[in-house]
């Protein structure tokens, strides 16, 4: 069996699916940021409000994984915030801090059909290439659904935080807030 094109990737069904891209994200594709959302955090719902707003404020940080026709098959949405302050899930942000010294990775996700394909590991060191590219040397995030092994690979290490304690109990009892200095 020949192996798939590069970025292709093989359902279980044994179909290819077209190859998959990290592009910048548009308004027009917030429906599908809040169906992989749903899929991907059922626990952790956020309306597409939610997703507007981060795509507002900081649209250099908002990129969907997709293919030709534009469907999406993953979404990372990430700004520059403050360490040890991530903001509470599901609230709208009026504005970004002048002052900010980490840059946050609000989520990295991806569809069950397409995990497991390099692609997670390719959103995480576009998150580190935004933070660089504006100035701050850190990224920080909460690791959810168990997802801690995956970013300690990609470099995370957990922060213990008194500040972020109170956040975590939210994001359920496995989530664990970690940085990666860059």
């Known amino acids: 069996m020949?192996?798939?094109?590069?970025g292709a990737h093989r359902p279980e069904?044994?179909?290819?699916?077209?190859?998959?891209?990290?592009?910048?994200m548009t308004e027009a594709d917030l429906d599908g940021v809040v169906a992989v959302a749903a899929e991907a955090f059922?626990?952790?719902?956020?309306?597409?409000?939610?997703?507007?707003?981060?795509?507002a404020l900081y649209p250099k940080g908002c990129r969907v994984l997709g293919d030709a026709a534009e469907a999406v098959a993953g979404y990372l949405v990430g700004y520059?915030?403050?360490?040890?302050?991530?903001p509470a899930l599901n609230t709208l942000l009026p504005g970004l801090p002048e002052e900010a010294n980490v840059y946050y990775l609000h989520d990295l996700a991806l569809t069950a059909r397409v995990r497991g394909t390099g692609?997670?590991?390719q959103g995480?060191?576009?998150a580190v290439?935004?933070?660089?590219?504006?100035?701050?040397?850190?990224?920080?995030l909460t690791a959810v659904n168990g997802a801690a092994p995956f970013?300690?690979?990609q470099g995370f290490e957990p922060r213990p935080s008194h500040a972020m304690a109170a956040k975590l109990v939210s994001y359920g009892e496995d989530a664990v807030y970690m940085i990666r200095r860059i």
Do not use: I, K, T, Y
């Not at 020949?2 to 590069?6: K, L, T």
């Not at 069904?13 to 910048?24: F, N, Q, T, V």
């Not at 520059?80 to 991530?86: G, Q, R, S, T």
């Not at 290439?129 to 920080?140: F, K, N, P």
């Open 151 to 153: 970013w300690a690979r």
């Open 80 to 86: 520059p915030w403050m360490l040890d302050a991530a």
């Open 2 to 6: 020949r192996a798939p094109a590069p």
């Open 13 to 24: 069904d044994g179909e290819l699916m077209p190859p998959l891209s990290w592009r910048p």
């Open 119 to 121: 692609h997670a590991a």
């Open 42 to 55: 059922p626990d952790h719902p956020e309306d597409r409000a939610c997703f507007a707003n981060r795509l």
């Open 124 to 126: 995480a060191a576009l």
């Open 129 to 140: 290439q935004a933070a660089r590219a504006a100035g701050l040397g850190a990224v920080s």
